[in-house]
Protein backbone atom coordinates (compact mmCIF):
# COMPACT_ATOMS: atom_id res chain seq x y z
CA UNK A 1 0.00 0.00 0.00
CA UNK A 2 1.54 3.28 -1.44
CA UNK A 3 1.35 5.64 1.61
CA UNK A 4 0.90 9.34 0.29
CA UNK A 5 1.47 12.98 2.12
CA UNK A 6 -0.38 15.94 0.18
CA UNK A 7 0.37 19.56 1.07
CA UNK A 8 -2.58 21.47 -0.65
CA UNK A 9 -4.89 18.52 -0.60
CA UNK A 10 -7.87 20.52 -1.96
CA UNK A 11 -5.96 22.16 -4.84
CA UNK A 12 -7.11 22.12 -8.49
CA UNK A 13 -4.39 19.95 -9.35
CA UNK A 14 -4.26 17.61 -6.06
CA UNK A 15 -7.83 17.01 -6.14
CA UNK A 16 -7.55 15.71 -9.50
CA UNK A 17 -4.36 13.75 -8.71
CA UNK A 18 -5.88 12.35 -6.00
CA UNK A 19 -9.04 11.22 -8.05
CA UNK A 20 -6.47 8.51 -9.65
CA UNK A 21 -4.59 7.38 -6.37
CA UNK A 22 -8.31 6.73 -4.76
CA UNK A 23 -8.59 4.03 -7.60
CA UNK A 24 -5.23 2.27 -6.31
CA UNK A 25 -4.00 0.57 -2.72
CA UNK A 26 -2.81 4.28 -1.07
CA UNK A 27 -3.09 5.86 2.40
CA UNK A 28 -3.17 9.49 2.12
CA UNK A 29 -2.90 11.97 4.38
CA UNK A 30 -4.36 16.03 3.17
CA UNK A 31 -2.88 18.93 4.34
CA UNK A 32 -4.66 22.21 4.15
CA UNK A 33 -5.82 24.88 6.11
CA UNK A 34 -9.29 24.41 5.31
CA UNK A 35 -10.72 21.86 7.38
CA UNK A 36 -14.12 21.80 5.48
CA UNK A 37 -12.81 21.74 2.21
CA UNK A 38 -10.60 18.61 3.11
CA UNK A 39 -13.61 16.74 4.77
CA UNK A 40 -15.10 17.67 0.94
CA UNK A 41 -12.17 15.66 -1.06
CA UNK A 42 -11.90 13.05 1.83
CA UNK A 43 -15.78 12.52 1.06
CA UNK A 44 -15.00 12.76 -2.10
CA UNK A 45 -12.45 10.26 -2.55
CA UNK A 46 -13.96 7.72 -0.47
CA UNK A 47 -17.12 7.69 -2.43
CA UNK A 48 -15.33 6.93 -5.60
CA UNK A 49 -12.10 4.42 -4.45
CA UNK A 50 -11.91 2.51 -1.50
CA UNK A 51 -8.47 4.47 0.03
CA UNK A 52 -7.88 5.52 3.85
CA UNK A 53 -7.80 9.20 4.17
CA UNK A 54 -6.26 11.39 6.88
CA UNK A 55 -7.05 15.08 6.76
CA UNK A 56 -4.82 17.62 8.88
CA UNK A 57 -5.65 21.65 8.64
CA UNK A 58 -2.53 23.72 8.66
CA UNK A 59 -1.42 27.01 7.65
CA UNK A 60 1.66 25.79 6.05
CA UNK A 61 3.36 29.32 6.60
CA UNK A 62 3.79 28.56 10.17
CA UNK A 63 7.24 26.86 9.92
CA UNK A 64 6.65 26.15 13.24
CA UNK A 65 3.98 23.34 12.52
CA UNK A 66 6.18 21.36 10.03
CA UNK A 67 8.19 18.96 12.16
CA UNK A 68 5.03 17.41 14.21
CA UNK A 69 2.79 17.47 10.98
CA UNK A 70 5.27 15.14 9.05
CA UNK A 71 5.48 13.21 12.13
CA UNK A 72 2.30 12.92 12.73
CA UNK A 73 1.80 12.03 9.17
CA UNK A 74 4.19 8.95 9.18
CA UNK A 75 2.61 8.35 12.93
CA UNK A 76 -0.96 7.80 10.98
CA UNK A 77 0.03 6.00 8.19
CA UNK A 78 2.66 3.99 9.43
CA UNK A 79 5.49 5.11 7.20
CA UNK A 80 5.29 7.27 4.09
CA UNK A 81 6.10 6.42 0.34
CA UNK A 82 5.71 10.05 -1.47
CA UNK A 83 5.48 13.58 -0.54
CA UNK A 84 3.17 15.29 -2.58
CA UNK A 85 3.57 19.01 -2.80
CA UNK A 86 0.67 21.22 -4.23
CA UNK A 87 0.23 24.41 -3.33
CA UNK A 88 1.10 28.48 -3.37
CA UNK A 89 -0.58 31.68 -4.43
CA UNK A 90 -0.63 33.21 -7.28
CA UNK A 91 0.16 37.20 -6.60
CA UNK A 92 -1.21 40.34 -8.97
CA UNK A 93 1.75 40.97 -10.38
CA UNK A 94 1.00 44.85 -10.51
CA UNK A 95 -0.09 44.90 -6.96
CA UNK A 96 3.24 43.90 -5.96
CA UNK A 97 4.82 46.14 -8.46
CA UNK A 98 3.06 49.41 -6.37
CA UNK A 99 3.15 47.66 -3.14
CA UNK A 100 6.41 46.09 -2.43
CA UNK A 101 5.22 45.47 1.18
CA UNK A 102 3.03 42.13 -0.27
CA UNK A 103 6.11 40.41 -2.15
CA UNK A 104 6.83 38.62 1.54
CA UNK A 105 3.69 36.27 1.07
CA UNK A 106 4.73 35.78 -2.30
CA UNK A 107 8.17 34.09 -1.62
CA UNK A 108 6.67 32.21 2.03
CA UNK A 109 4.27 30.66 0.05
CA UNK A 110 5.94 29.71 -3.12
CA UNK A 111 9.22 28.89 -2.20
CA UNK A 112 10.39 29.09 1.79
CA UNK A 113 7.59 27.18 3.27
CA UNK A 114 8.21 24.44 0.64
CA UNK A 115 11.64 24.23 1.48
CA UNK A 116 11.62 23.88 4.59
CA UNK A 117 8.99 21.24 4.98
CA UNK A 118 10.81 19.32 1.68
CA UNK A 119 13.95 19.76 3.87
CA UNK A 120 12.59 18.00 6.92
CA UNK A 121 11.03 15.47 4.41
CA UNK A 122 14.32 15.01 2.81
CA UNK A 123 16.27 13.63 6.03
CA UNK A 124 13.76 11.37 6.82
CA UNK A 125 13.66 9.59 2.96
CA UNK A 126 17.31 9.87 2.99
CA UNK A 127 17.24 7.83 6.24
CA UNK A 128 15.29 5.05 5.31
CA UNK A 129 17.11 5.34 1.52
CA UNK A 130 13.87 5.23 -0.04
CA UNK A 131 11.25 7.63 -1.09
CA UNK A 132 9.92 10.14 -3.42
CA UNK A 133 9.44 13.81 -3.47
CA UNK A 134 7.35 15.23 -6.12
CA UNK A 135 6.54 19.28 -6.05
CA UNK A 136 4.83 21.16 -8.57
CA UNK A 137 6.46 24.16 -9.77
CA UNK A 138 5.68 26.40 -12.51
CA UNK A 139 6.88 27.07 -16.16
CA UNK A 140 7.19 30.78 -15.04
CA UNK A 141 10.49 30.24 -13.33
CA UNK A 142 12.29 29.42 -16.19
CA UNK A 143 13.04 32.81 -17.35
CA UNK A 144 11.69 36.21 -15.69
CA UNK A 145 9.35 37.65 -17.52
CA UNK A 146 7.82 41.11 -16.83
CA UNK A 147 3.69 39.87 -16.25
CA UNK A 148 4.80 37.40 -13.89
CA UNK A 149 8.20 37.78 -12.60
CA UNK A 150 7.42 37.74 -9.04
CA UNK A 151 5.87 34.82 -8.90
CA UNK A 152 7.72 33.14 -11.10
CA UNK A 153 11.11 34.17 -9.49
CA UNK A 154 9.62 32.50 -6.46
CA UNK A 155 9.09 29.08 -8.61
CA UNK A 156 12.72 29.58 -9.82
CA UNK A 157 14.28 29.20 -6.49
CA UNK A 158 12.00 26.68 -5.54
CA UNK A 159 13.60 24.60 -9.39
CA UNK A 160 16.62 25.74 -7.90
CA UNK A 161 16.70 24.30 -4.31
CA UNK A 162 15.01 20.31 -5.93
CA UNK A 163 18.00 20.43 -8.67
CA UNK A 164 20.61 20.46 -5.48
CA UNK A 165 18.09 18.40 -3.48
CA UNK A 166 18.37 15.99 -6.18
CA UNK A 167 22.02 16.13 -6.86
CA UNK A 168 21.97 15.36 -2.83
CA UNK A 169 19.98 12.48 -2.78
CA UNK A 170 21.65 11.07 -6.05
CA UNK A 171 23.14 7.82 -4.71
CA UNK A 172 20.36 7.64 -2.66
CA UNK A 173 17.24 5.59 -3.90
CA UNK A 174 15.02 8.66 -2.90
CA UNK A 175 14.11 10.37 -5.97
CA UNK A 176 13.34 13.77 -6.01
CA UNK A 177 11.00 15.17 -9.01
CA UNK A 178 10.00 19.00 -10.06
CA UNK A 179 6.96 18.95 -11.99
CA UNK A 180 6.52 22.20 -13.90
CA UNK A 181 3.00 23.00 -15.45
CA UNK A 182 2.00 25.91 -17.91
CA UNK A 183 -1.22 27.40 -17.31
CA UNK A 184 -3.74 25.04 -15.82
CA UNK A 185 -8.15 25.46 -15.55
CA UNK A 186 -8.14 25.95 -11.69
CA UNK A 187 -9.16 28.13 -9.33
CA UNK A 188 -6.00 29.63 -8.64
CA UNK A 189 -6.05 31.06 -12.39
CA UNK A 190 -9.25 31.72 -12.61
CA UNK A 191 -8.92 35.37 -12.89
CA UNK A 192 -5.72 35.44 -15.19
CA UNK A 193 -6.99 36.38 -19.02
CA UNK A 194 -6.54 32.17 -20.42
CA UNK A 195 -6.50 32.04 -23.96
CA UNK A 196 -4.67 29.50 -26.12
CA UNK A 197 -3.14 26.72 -23.80
CA UNK A 198 -5.05 26.12 -20.70
CA UNK A 199 -4.87 22.59 -19.51
CA UNK A 200 -7.41 20.85 -18.02
CA UNK A 201 -6.46 19.60 -14.84
CA UNK A 202 -7.08 15.85 -15.61
CA UNK A 203 -4.54 15.78 -18.27
CA UNK A 204 -1.90 17.45 -15.91
CA UNK A 205 -2.51 15.10 -12.72
CA UNK A 206 -2.18 11.92 -15.48
CA UNK A 207 1.31 12.93 -16.43
CA UNK A 208 2.31 14.10 -12.44
CA UNK A 209 0.94 10.10 -11.65
CA UNK A 210 2.71 9.02 -14.79
CA UNK A 211 6.18 10.98 -13.49
CA UNK A 212 5.81 9.53 -9.93
CA UNK A 213 5.38 5.78 -11.11
CA UNK A 214 8.16 6.43 -13.54
CA UNK A 215 10.66 8.01 -11.51
CA UNK A 216 11.31 11.19 -13.93
CA UNK A 217 13.36 13.93 -12.83
CA UNK A 218 11.69 16.95 -14.36
CA UNK A 219 8.33 16.78 -16.21
CA UNK A 220 6.68 19.91 -18.24
CA UNK A 221 3.24 19.32 -18.27
CA UNK A 222 1.06 19.18 -20.74
CA UNK A 223 4.44 18.05 -22.75
CA UNK A 224 4.24 21.07 -25.29
CA UNK A 225 6.04 23.18 -22.60
CA UNK A 226 9.14 21.91 -23.14
CA UNK A 227 9.71 22.89 -26.42
CA UNK A 228 7.86 26.39 -25.54
CA UNK A 229 9.63 27.20 -22.50
CA UNK A 230 13.18 25.89 -24.82
CA UNK A 231 12.33 28.35 -27.34
CA UNK A 232 11.58 31.30 -24.82
CA UNK A 233 14.89 30.81 -22.91
CA UNK A 234 17.08 30.75 -26.42
CA UNK A 235 15.91 34.02 -27.22
CA UNK A 236 18.65 36.98 -27.57
CA UNK A 237 17.86 39.73 -24.32
CA UNK A 238 17.44 42.62 -27.16
CA UNK A 239 14.46 40.27 -28.81
CA UNK A 240 12.83 38.89 -25.84
CA UNK A 241 12.56 42.04 -23.93
CA UNK A 242 10.41 43.63 -26.75
CA UNK A 243 8.14 40.86 -26.50
CA UNK A 244 4.98 41.23 -24.83
CA UNK A 245 4.34 37.64 -22.88
Known amino acids: MKKVLV ?6 IAQAVLDILAQEDTTLYLVGRSEEKLNIVKDHLQSIGNPLVFTKSVDLNS ?100 E ?20 VDTAMTQNIDKKILVAKPEKVARDIVNAINNSKEVVYTPWYWKYIMAFIKALPRNIFYRTEF
Open 7 to 12: LGGYSG
Open 164 to 183: GLRHRLFKTNVKVITIKPGV
Open 63 to 162: LETHKSLLEEAIHQMKGLDTLFVCYGILPNQKELEQDPSKVVENYFTNAISTIHFVSLASNYFEEKKNGTIAVVTSVAGDRGRKTNYYYGSAKSCLDTFL
